[in-house]
């Protein structure tokens, strides 16, 4: 079984979610999601699988 762990996802790790996103299709919305996240308006969670991020929740 592999093992996982979720964790808030802290400002300086945003850029790793772009494969996620889809930072290239929508700029417009990621743009928003990081300023909520950096000014304590959207918590985020992140889901870790062998240390690769696997989902954003």
Known sequence: MAQYQIKQLKIDEF????????KKENPE???????QIKNGERITFIQRMM?????VL
Not at 15 to 22: A, D, P
Not at 51 to 55: A, I, M, P, Q, T
């Open 15 to 22: 850029n790793l979610c772009e494969n996620i996103w889809g």
């Open 29 to 35: 919305m990621i743009e928003q999601f990081y300023n």
């Open 51 to 55: 240390n690769l991020l696997v989902k």
